[in-house]
């Protein structure tokens, strides 16, 4: 891998990460508000350390070495290192498995945005689709029925593997609702929690929240170093966003709609790899930055019309 790819997959887990946590920065900054000063002060500098270290850092790792055992724990953080041909085969080999998982999470995710959850209509066709909520569960299954029949046929793994990124994805919907709930209970001073709950909580919505940023992020690289600084970068950027400028990022209400069609268009890309399509390691960061550019682009404008 040239200087010049690395660079370009760094900025592309960067600027990845950055949009699809700005959900997670508003619900960060609303909870500090309600914290004591010491309380906020203790989240904001341990509270990176464990969201880009332990977090981003080991969730890649762990998912590297359950996709191959039979490298260990530490040939799995170091075989972006080797030159090594077997480590590079057993790579290539469980590559398919790990792609068809995140891939089917990561589509997963976007047709729950487009169906089901409130949002700024940015494309023709949105408004339609959030209509039509009640065929989620219906477009979803077919879709998973049909990923897995495709994938039996390559490799039983893959199918087993594509099941496994669909019970992530419903796993982690039903934390972020429950932490949705919390978060009001909080807000509107119904729940006792104390600070140190409070911070317990931001870590654990901060954990979930992270996974879909880890998952797209092998569209990207198999580099767990790469990874690590890629989301690291992106992670520190949202926590001073949570600090500073929130409510100035808030006033750009098509930046999730541009992370959505960026998690839909890596989702895409690593269904189509896990199925022996081969997709440069240029496409990822430059599809990502392309979408997220038009809807900052588009938000700007609105915003610049207000």
Do not use: C
């Not at 690395?6 to 600027?15: A, K, M």
């Amino acid at each position: 891998m040239d200087i010049f790819s690395i660079i370009l997959i760094v900025l592309g887990l960067s600027l990845f990460e950055i949009i699809i946590s700005v959900d997670n920065a508003i619900i960060n900054a609303e909870v500090l508000g309600t914290m004591s000063k010491k309380a906020r002060r203790w989240f904001l500098i341990w509270g990176i350390l464990i969201a880009v270290f332990l977090i981003r850092g080991i969730l890649p790792w762990l998912i590297v070495w359950a996709s191959n055992p039979s490298l260990g724990p530490i040939q799995a953080f170091t075989a972006s290192f080797s030159n090594d041909p077997k480590i590079a085969e057993v790579i290539e080999q469980s590559a398919p498995v790990l792609l068809i998982g995140g891939g089917t999470f990561l589509v997963f995710l976007f047709f729950h945005w487009i169906f089901l959850e409130p949002k700024h209509y940015g494309l023709i066709g949105e408004s339609f689709f959030h209509r039509q909520g009640v065929w989620f569960f219906a477009v979803v299954s077919v879709l998973l029925s049909v990923i897995v029949w495709q994938a039996i046929k390559r490799n039983p793994l893959m199918a087993f593997g594509a099941v496994v990124g669909s019970t992530a994805f419903f796993i982690t919907h039903g934390f972020k609702e429950n932490a949705e709930k919390v978060e009001r209970d909080m807000l509107k001073g119904s729940g006792s929690l104390t600070d140190i709950s409070k911070i317990f909580y931001l870590e654990v919505i901060d954990a979930t929240f992270s996974i879909d940023g880890v998952l797209g992020a092998f569209a990207f690289t198999f580099s767990i170093p790469l990874i690590l600084i890629g989301n690291g970068i992106g992670a520190l950027v949202v926590r001073q966003l949570t600090i500073s400028n929130i409510e100035n990022v808030k006033k750009y209400k098509y930046l999730k709609n541009g992370a959505m069609y960026s998690i839909f268009a890596l989702g895409i890309v690593m269904l189509a790899d896990s199925f022996g399509l081969h997709i440069p390691e240029w496409f990822a960061p430059i599809v990502t930055f392309t979408i997220i550019g038009y809807f900052f682009y588009k938000s700007y404008k609105e915003l610049k019309k207000q």
